[in-house]
T-cell receptor, first 115, second 109 residues
Framework: GAVVSQHPSWVICKSGTSVKIECRSLDFQATTMFWYRQFPKQSLMLMATSNEGSKATYEQGVEKDKFLINHASLTLSTLTVTSAHPEDSSFYIC???????????FGPGTRLTVL | GQQVMQIPQYQHVQEGEDFTTYCNSSTTLSNIQWYKQRPGGHPVFLIQLVKSGEVKKQKRLTFQFGEAKKNSSLHITATQTTDVGTYFCAGANDYKLSFGAGTTVTVRA
């Protein structure tokens, strides 16, 4: 149990376009989902926390207008990278948690390349 | 804000040898978690430590949480090629996880 999927697994887009990444908890309901970013050979950096039905909480330095997060249901959260630029190229990983204090279960990640 | 430091960044180990990676937080943690990420993969949860001084074992892996709940260690005995990957500690406080920089382990046969 506790499987999290992400779609797409990889995406290549042109500079200036927007890209949507989906994160789904397949066999449990996630009250909270987290979005991380990981640069090559670096650690995971928390971008934002989203609770179902409410606005996401963004970490310091993360532009909320650029990284739009929607957590419309207990099994789905989306991250939209708007007007993507090459510096947005990264590995984006989501995680989902049933309730506070529970383990976070990570998705397989989405590798974004912006040309 | 909360910072989690992890050393060493790289660990090159002879197969069969032991090694330890260390994690230190700037603040007291509610719990600490350990993850393993294989090259090209995503982090996979290994274990969570909650109690002060807690020690847990998973086969050849021994995890320890410090008395002050600010540091932790992962010790691997008799390293195997399957142990290759990056091991991250993640300190939990409130609702957030703060990840250490990771220890990337390579093994020479």
């Amino acid at each position: 149990g506790a499987v999290v999927s992400q779609h797409p697994s990889w995406v290549i887009c042109k500079s200036g376009t927007s890209v949507k990444i989906e994160c789904r908890s397949l066999d449990f309901q996630a009250t909270t989902m987290f979005w991380y970013r990981q640069f090559p050979k670096q650690s995971l950096m928390l971008m934002a926390t989203s609770n179902e039905g409410s606005k996401a909480t963004y970490e310091q330095g993360v532009e909320k207008d650029k990284f739009l997060i929607n957590h419309a249901s207990l099994t789905l959260s989306t991250l939209t990278v708007t007007s993507a630029h090459p510096e947005d190229s990264s590995f984006y990983i989501c995680s989902a948690r049933r309730v506070a204090g529970d383990t976070q279960y990570f998705g397989p990640g989405t590798r974004l390349t912006v040309l | 804000g909360q910072q989690v430091m992890q050393i060493p960044q790289y660990q090159h180990v002879q197969e069969g040898e032991d090694f330890t990676t260390y994690c230190n937080s700037s603040t007291t943690l509610s719990n600490i978690q350990w993850y393993k990420q294989r090259p090209g993969g995503h982090p996979v949860f290994l274990i969570q430590l909650v109690k002060s001084g807690e020690v847990k074992k998973q086969k050849r892996l021994t995890f320890q949480f410090g008395e002050a709940k600010k540091n932790s260690s992962l010790h691997i005995t008799a390293t195997q090629t399957t142990d290759v990957g990056t091991y991250f500690c993640a300190g939990a406080n409130d609702y957030k996880l703060s990840f250490g920089a990771g220890t990337t382990v390579t093994v020479r046969a």
